[in-house]
């Protein structure tokens, strides 16, 4: 966490840029909703094309490759596009062309396979050259036209020499023993080396402000920590260099410069704020989120970027009480207009996903329902008198069910008395008869009920559940406290809770 660049910093430096990972469409499909987002934000990319004023004119020339055509993509967030392509000419050379700017930011060719050759930038110029040789890349990359990919070049070649006498230090370390004389030489040049490194990237953030390179630079320069403060009883103060860290995360980067979320870096850095420093329970984690779009400002592209990723990370999460964060999403931003980008059908549809999860999130009263047993009786959610309710919706012809049942039986005839627990079995099936038969085969006694002879709405837009089996778990006010859980993790959880509570 030092402002010199490490050992280990170079390193990560050094594959943040040569790194690539295509993009994986499965994973951005993982709801009826998202599916149809991710066309409509991938038509919006290329919708914002279209008003540019300038062209551009971008030609590779590089020895040692076999490929007829190439691909020019760039990064957004943690995903590639391709942008455009174009097939060798007889002169051996590629040239893209194209009559709308390209937006700013980092780019990339790639061969028919796919794979990444290398990384170049869209900034001070959208005309120029590059020619290089495909075996001896990044020392042969030469460049023409754009002054700013030169110095991106020159700081790539510089970190692979850099990396390489790094290597070659630690590899003669290992035939010393730590702490002797010729060791400790050894971590001083390593030192140096850092030094030299950090020096090199601030002499260009210094002598180019303004820059994607600098802007680039900038943001992957780690907080610098002073020492901790003292506490009262003289010791250093163990929590203040992460709690320091985490305020000053952001110091070096601009949220509001969208050409960053055109980079293999930003999204790193987010998931890094987000799963590393921040608590990970709904209520630390819609803080954090906050304080992004406070940082990102009135940038629409960064504002569209963060939207777009934790809309796909929350609106699917399986994690228990992350829903919460999905609907705090839409009830504070989606009547911003800079959500105008969406398509209304896919704005409207993650809005009702929304109001059906509302209800129903961990720490609101149960929604209640009354619905009739066996004997044709109403019987009421809210009026069972018990420390734990457990709802359980269940279907006759489901195969996870028949296997959920006896263990939940097991556990309830077990525990029901020790720890005051309920179920109220709601049978997800129309019929009487099917519902007897499968209560008479397993013996559930516990208080069995038809989910659709009942006396309130409809229980699948209630609890928004539309297979089995699902479980609800409540406390002696029918507040929410677990769901979607089975039974050996809500055992688990029900012990977690009581040790925490104190009781027996």
């Known amino acids: 966490m030092k402002s010199v660049a490490s050992a280990k910093s170079i390193s990560s430096i050094s594959l943040k840029i040569l790194s690539l990972q295509f993009i994986d469409v499965n994973a951005m499909k993982k709801s009826k909703y998202l599916k149809t987002l991710c066309i409509i934000l991938f038509l919006n990319a290329l919708q914002t094309f279209t008003f540019a004023q300038t062209d ?28 455009d392509t174009a097939f060798q000419d007889k002169n051996n050379r590629f040239t893209f062309t194209g009559k709308t700017e390209l937006l700013p930011g980092m780019y990339f060719i790639a061969g028919e396979n796919k794979a990444k050759i290398f990384d ?15 075996n001896k890349l990044p020392e042969s990359l030469k460049i023409k036209g754009s002054n700013e990919n030169k110095i991106f070049f020159d700081y790539i070649l510089f970190l692979n020499q850099k990396q390489t006498e790094r290597n070659q230090l630690l590899e003669f370390n290992k035939k010393f023993e730590s702490g002797s004389d010729s060791s400790i030489m050894v971590d001083n040049r390593l030192n140096l080396l850092n030094e030299e490194v950090q020096r090199y990237i601030n002499g260009i953030i210094n002598s180019y402000p303004g820059s994607l390179i600098s802007a680039f630079l900038k943001a992957m320069q780690e907080p610098t920590i002073p020492e901790a403060p003292l506490l009262e009883n003289g010791r250093p103060d163990s ?49 954090s989120i906050d304080h992004l779009f406070e940082l990102a400002g009135d940038n629409t592209e960064t504002f569209k970027y963060l939207m777009w990723y934790l809309t796909i990370k929350y609106e699917s999460s399986e994690i228990m009480g992350y829903d919460a964060i999905f609907v705090h999403l839409v009830d504070k931003y989606y009547d911003d207009p800079k959500m105008e980008w969406m398509n209304q059908t896919v704005k409207s549809n993650l809005i009702k996903k929304a109001d059906g999860l509302r209800n129903i999130l ?25 420390d734990y309710t457990l709802i359980y919706f269940w279907d006759p012809d489901c195969s996870h069910c028949k296997q959920e049942t006896p263990l939940l039986r097991e556990f309830y005839l077990k525990n029901k008395d020790i720890i005051n627990l309920e179920v109220y079995a709601v ?37 928004d559940v539309s297979s089995s089996p699902v479980m609800f778990l409540l406390d002696s006010n029918k507040k929410i406290i677990a769901k979607r859980l089975l039974t050996k993790q809500m055992e688990t959880f029900i012990s977690d809770h009581r040790r925490k509570k104190n009781l027996p």
């Open 56 to 83: 551009y004119k971008i030609s590779f020339s590089v020895d040692g490759l076999s490929d007829s055509l190439i691909l020019l993509a760039n990064y957004s967030g943690d995903k590639q596009f391709v942008v």
């Open 120 to 134: 170049f930038l869209i900034s001070d110029s959208q005309h120029f050259s590059i020619s290089g040789n495909k």
């Open 239 to 287: 929590t203040f260099a992460f709690r320091y860290y985490k305020a000053h995360f952001w110091d070096g980067i601009d949220l509001q410069d969208d050409r960053l979320v055109r980079t293999p870096f930003l999204h790193g850095k987010v998931e890094q704020y987000l799963s590393k420093l921040t608590v990970p329970a709904p209520d630390s984690l819609i803080s």
């Open 362 to 386: 961990i720490g609101r009263i149960a929604p209640e329902m009354i619905l009739f047993d066996t004997l044709q009786q109403p019987v009421s959610l809210h009026q069972i008198k018990a």
């Open 427 to 463: 049978c997800m099936d129309t019929s009487w008869v099917e519902m007897k038969n499968y209560i008479r085969k397993y013996q559930t006694s516990w208080l069995n009920v038809n989910g659709f002879y009942s006396m309130t709405p409809d229980f699948r837009q209630l609890y």
